[in-house]
């Protein structure tokens, strides 16, 4: 796969963050004009904000990541729920309102967001990141269906046990407990490496993904199907 998304201009959100280093590396190499946004989107006109300042794109990668609290799912209180869903979900329908008129104006676009095999697989103590993460899946399969008939695509990778700063940093892959977890659960028995993850993406930004509508793709070595 070589410049499959040449001529493309890519918005990138919390571009430091979860999937947002590796996905702009690969997608430069690619061939794409990477917007890279570190912007905080939990704050009411913040995501407008991120897509006015981008200008004309072609493509939103809606990369959302907020480290998961391990809460007993009886302990959990209204302060972590509002919180995680501030910063997973909240954002997502403030940046696609925003970028569909911009779409729009431009024929069409696409809009892939980055969110979590959690939502797939019940997780102790992750009850309210699972939740959050499965309103995000909820949210795009709705969406896509409705805006596809408008030349704009909307899909999600649904994704585990990949490669990144902000889940699997150093420190918890050299943990031995971690890697007898690897082994015992995920079936590839390792983790999806960075690049994998974003050449999947790439690939379902260019103009060969264009027939999928609302779909979510998982991604984790086999843990979110086995």
């Known amino acids: 796969m070589q410049n499959v998304l040449t001529g493309k201009r890519i918005l990138v959100t919390q571009a430091s963050e ?78 696609i309102k925003a970028v569909v008129p911009v779409f729009k104006q431009r024929g069409g676009g696409r809009v892939l967001a980055i969110g979590s095999a959690s939502a797939l697989r019940g997780m102790k103590r992750a009850s309210t990141y699972s939740a959050a993460r499965g309103a995000q899946l909820a949210y795009v ?6 805006l596809a008939p408008q030349n704009i695509q909307v899909n999600a990778i649904a994704q585990n046990f990949v490669d990144n700063p902000t889940y699997f940093p150093p420190t918890v892959q050299a943990n031995p407990r971690f890697q007898e977890r ?14 994998e993850d974003a050449l999947f993406a790439a690939y379902l930004c260019s103009d060969a993904a264009s027939c999928f509508v609302g779909q979510v793709f998982p991604l984790s070595g086999g843990w979110a199907t086995r």
Request: aromatic letters at 6%; a negative charge.
């Open 18 to 95: 979860f999937m947002g280093p590796a996905f702009c590396d690969v997608f430069a190499e690619q061939g794409a004009d990477v917007v890279r946004s570190e912007a905080a989107l939990t704050e009411v006109g913040a995501a407008e904000k991120v897509i006015a300042d981008a200008g004309a794109i072609d493509v939103l990668v809606a990369n959302l990541s907020i480290l998961a609290p391990s809460t007993p799912a009886t302990e959990v209180g209204d302060a972590e729920w509002r919180d995680v869903f501030a910063a997973l979900v909240d954002p997502l329908p403030r940046l």
């Open 141 to 146: 399969q709705a969406v896509g269906v409705e």
């Open 182 to 195: 690897l082994a015992r659960e995920v079936p590839l028995g390792r983790l999806v490496a960075a690049r």
